[in-house]
């Protein structure tokens, strides 16, 4: 994981606290210095009263912090969001050293003056299930539907289906689909409706057809499937699609694509991860684009989609990848099977280097 000042060079803590009118002391620790103030979670997290020993220590080497008392901790990005009340982006650009304009500072808090940035919940649009929508759990004596059908087939057993709250629709826009709802802080954000009938569907093959149907007006960017269950483990792993979550076990999300986004990011740096496994189809790590004319001929335009992720990960966790063989992603494996190949990943000198 980088340093604190190689990742944000322009950033300087005493400084900052100073600004925010944090009260704090130094200690000096071998090679850094060390800094104590009081926790501001205390009494949110449970405890009897606030702070007042300065127990929260923050180490600008690593760029983490932990609380002696209430045992709050996490990267500097979520004691920045806290001190500043801002978003995870505003939180990166103090970080920059960036000083926003005050026309761009009025209209981020004209913006964002509804919400409560220390809970993440309060920034996505709560949304309803899409007309038609039914349980399985509402269904469990019935196994005999395209549906189960589908299930079967991609190797997901019924009662994780059920516990996972999936449902299906047999009306409407989202007629012959499973549906997979997304949660965060158990408020129903997203959705996805995948066909089971795919190319028996009378549209498969046209422009008209879409294997998968999200809410309208909703970003697949801005959710990670299994948030809710994964965020309370202190290692994530990250796969592209729901079913590839479930196979991977609870700690698993899923960020919707082979590209993680800054919202995506966000998300995992308000959870208890202190690492993160990829395990993303192997073309997530074959797919950079090189200029190919010009004076940059040669040279990479666009990152893989793999070290794209590591890139806005590595600072706030210990990254690491389980690179699937080519033609195989983590759906295609049978439940519990996963847990051995992420256990003894392929043994590369690195994952970028396989042909």
Excluded at 131 to 159: K, V, W
Excluded at 161 to 189: M, T
Excluded at 242 to 255: C, E, R, S, W, Y
Excluded at 314 to 319: I, M, T, W
Aim: hydrophobic share 35%; with cysteine.
């Amino acid at each position: 994981m980088p340093l604190l000042k190689e990742r944000f060079p322009n950033f300087s803590l005493d400084s900052y606290l100073k600004q925010q009118k944090v009260y704090f002391r130094k200690h000096d620790s071998e090679d850094h210095t060390e800094y104590a103030t009081n926790c501001p979670e205390c009494k949110k997290r449970g405890e009897a009263r606030p702070d007042t020993k300065k127990r929260l220590w923050i180490n600008p080497k690593k760029g983490t912090f932990y609380c002696y008392n209430c045992g709050w901790d996490g990267p500097l990005t979520r004691l920045v969001q806290t001190f500043s009340k801002c978003d995870w982006r505003r939180a990166i650009k103090i970080l920059e050293g960036d000083r926003p304009s005050s026309l761009e500072l009025l209209n981020f808090e004209l913006i964002h003056e509804e919400f409560d940035f220390n809970d993440e919940k309060e920034k996505l649009r709560e949304i309803e299930f899409p007309h038609g929508f039914q349980l399985f759990a509402d269904f469990a004596c019935e196994t005999d539907t395209i549906y189960h059908d589908y299930l079967d087939s991609r190797g997901i057993p019924l009662e994780i289906a059920i516990a996972h709250g999936w449902g299906f629709s047999d009306v409407g826009f989202v007629k012959h689909r499973i549906v997979v709802p997304h949660y965060v802080n158990e408020r129903l954000v997203f959705w996805q409706a995948r066909d089971v009938l795919e190319d028996d569907h009378p549209d498969y093959g046209t422009k008209d057809y879409k294997k998968v149907l999200n809410p309208k007006g909703c970003s697949a960017r801005s959710v990670l499937y299994n948030y809710d269950v994964a965020k309370l483990h202190g290692e994530i792993i990250l796969c592209e699609g729901f079913i590839d979550a479930i196979k991977a076990g609870p700690n698993a999300v899923a960020t919707n694509g082979k590209v993680l986004h800054a919202a995506q990011v966000e998300l995992l740096t308000n959870t208890n991860a202190k690492s993160i496994i990829i395990l993303w189809d192997d073309d997530a790590y074959t797919d950079e684009k090189i200029y190919t004319k010009g004076r940059f001929k040669g040279k990479i335009k666009k990152p893989s989609s793999a070290k794209a992720a590591q890139s806005a990960l590595q600072s706030f966790f210990k990254v690491r990848f389980v690179r699937l063989p080519a033609g195989r992603d983590a759906g295609s494996y049978e439940m519990g099977e996963l847990e051995s190949v992420i256990m003894e990943p392929y043994r590369d000198a690195s994952p970028f280097e396989r042909s």
